[in-house]
């Protein structure tokens, strides 16, 4: 993780429920019936025992209020979440176990995975563009 990243991290943005409720679109009853279920969490922040929301909750908040709005059930909302939640994490792992290196070119951007597994005299590599991805083996 950079500095940056490290940075954005131990910033302290939250939101109370009414500035939250403003910005997401969703209702105060809403947002309280989602943290009952355990799709979001809030923390108490403030000297008076005020709930407050974190800016990865608040983007929950989104997700889950476009997912009703485009006429998803809150279970298939919450299912889609986790299963983007597990992408996510899976991508992160990709990413953080096996990418060497990035070249940005001309018209793409050239990631290496380094060796195959079962053939460690060749390299994965993946050409990115705007449109495409494509992999390649690549000889050491």
Do not use: C
């Not at 995975?113 to 495409?132: C, H, R």
């Amino acid at each position: 993780m950079g500095p940056f990243n490290a940075r954005l991290r131990s910033l302290d943005i939250s939101l109370g429920i009414g500035e939250t409720s403003r910005v997401t679109g969703a209702t105060p009853t809403q947002i309280r019936y989602w943290e009952k279920k355990q799709l979001i969490h809030s923390r108490r922040h403030d000297a008076n025992g005020n709930k407050r929301y974190s800016l990865a909750n608040i983007t929950l908040i989104v997700m889950i209020k476009t997912m009703l709005d485009e006429g998803y059930t809150l279970a298939k909302a919450s299912e889609e979440i986790e299963r983007s939640h597990q992408k996510a994490d899976m991508l992160h792992v990709l990413i953080s176990t096996r990418l060497q290196d990035i070249k940005r070119e001309a018209t793409q951007t050239v990631f290496n995975f380094g060796p195959l597994e079962n053939d460690p005299d060749y390299d994965v590599i993946a050409q990115v563009t705007d449109k495409t991805a494509k992999l390649y083996k690549q000889p050491v």
